[in-house]
């Protein structure tokens, strides 16, 4: 069974950092597009960033531009989501979710979710 895990949530002052990685159990992520997306209490889940398969297209959420980067080791089967300048606003549950090849806004066409990481960012 398709599985991943992210980990490297945690709590984290304003303007801080946290790495986020996403590791999959079972299967390669190799020609799988990855997408990290998140959802705070009483919202709707939104798209944060999203990398290819072949990691060579990469895509941002305004509002996360500038201060996320994603990335990806096939070679450790993990993609990561370095989150720097960290505001109140990022506070969310972040999620990462393969699908085959390329990248798209939907989340309803990524077929396989990891449970998901707590990031708090708070004074």
């Known amino acids: 069974q398709l599985q991943l895990v992210e980990s490297g949530g945690g709590l984290v002052q304003p303007g801080g950092s946290l790495r986020l990685s996403c590791a999959a159990s079972?299967?390669?992520?190799?020609?799988?597009?990855i997408g990290w997306f998140r959802q705070a209490p009483g919202k709707e889940r939104e798209g944060v960033s999203c990398i290819s398969s072949g990691g060579v297209s990469t895509n941002y959420a305004n509002s996360v531009k500038g201060r996320f980067t994603i990335s990806r080791d096939n070679a450790k089967n993990t993609v990561y989501l370095q989150m720097t300048n960290l505001k109140p606003e990022d506070t969310a549950v972040y999620y990462c979710a393969a699908k085959r090849f390329f990248c798209t806004a939907a989340p309803s066409l990524f077929a396989t979710w990891g449970q998901g990481t707590q990031v708090t960012v708070s004074s």
């Open positions: 079972e299967f390669t992520l190799d020609g799988y597009a």
